[in-house]
T-cell receptor, first 116, second 111 residues
């Protein structure tokens, strides 16, 4: 149980284009999902908290117009990187919190974004 | 903000050796989580701890929730090649739903 998927696993896009990343909880309902960014050899950095049916809460320094988050259902959250630039290249990871185990987060496999 | 310091930063061991790593916080946590991350993958939850003093095992892994609630320990017994990876401690600080992650311990097994 507690499986989270992400799609795509890798994406290469050109500067100025937008990229959408999907995060799904496959066998449980997640009222809350989280989006992280990870730089090489670094720990995970929380970008935003996504709550089903409401607006996402962004961490300080994260542009909400740049990183659009939609949590339309209890099993799906999407992150759209708008007008991507090379500095947006990174490893993006989502996690989902089982509403019955509120302190445990289960992570997706991550999405490697490369902006050329 | 919150900081979780993990020690050691990296470990180089031989197969079969036992491993110990720890995580310390400047403030109280009410839950401690230990994750393992393989290269290019998301972290996988290994052990969750909920009470001060709690000792929990998952196969060859054992983790403890420190009595002060400001630290946690992870031990791996009889290491095998698939134990290679980065281990992160994490937890939600008291009154917070978000996870704070440790700095990570990179485990390498020397052939």
């Amino acid at each position: 149980g507690a499986v989270v998927s992400q799609h795509p696993s890798r994406v290469i896009c050109k500067s100025g284009t937008s990229v959408k990343i999907e995060c799904r909880s496959l066998d449980f309902q997640a009222t809350t999902m989280f989006w992280y960014r990870q730089f090489p050899k670094k720990s995970l950095m929380l970008m935003a908290t996504s709550n089903e049916g409401s607006k996402a809460t962004y961490e300080q320094g994260v542009e909400k117009d740049k990183f659009l988050i939609n949590h339309a259902s209890l099993t799906l959250s999407t992150l759209t990187v708008t007008s991507a630039h090379p500095e947006d290249s990174s490893f993006y990871i989502c996690s989902a919190r089982d509403r019955d185990r509120i302190h445990e987060q289960y992570f997706g496999p991550g999405t490697r974004l490369t902006v050329t | 903000g919150q900081q979780l310091n993990q020690s050691p930063q990296s470990m180089f061991i031989q197969e079969g050796e036992d491993v110990s790593m720890n995580c310390t916080s400047s403030s109280i946590f009410n839950t401690w989580l230990w994750y393992k991350q393989d290269p290019g993958e998301g972290p996988v939850l290994l052990i969750a701890l909920y009470k001060a003093g709690e000792l929990t095992s998952n196969g060859r892994l054992t983790a403890q929730f420190g009595i002060t609630r400001k630290d946690s320990f992870l031990n791996i017994s009889a290491s095998i090649p698939s134990d290679v990876g980065i281990y992160f401690c994490a937890g939600p600080p008291l009154g917070n739903e978000k996870l704070t992650f440790g700095t990570g311990t990179r485990l390498t097994i020397i052939p």
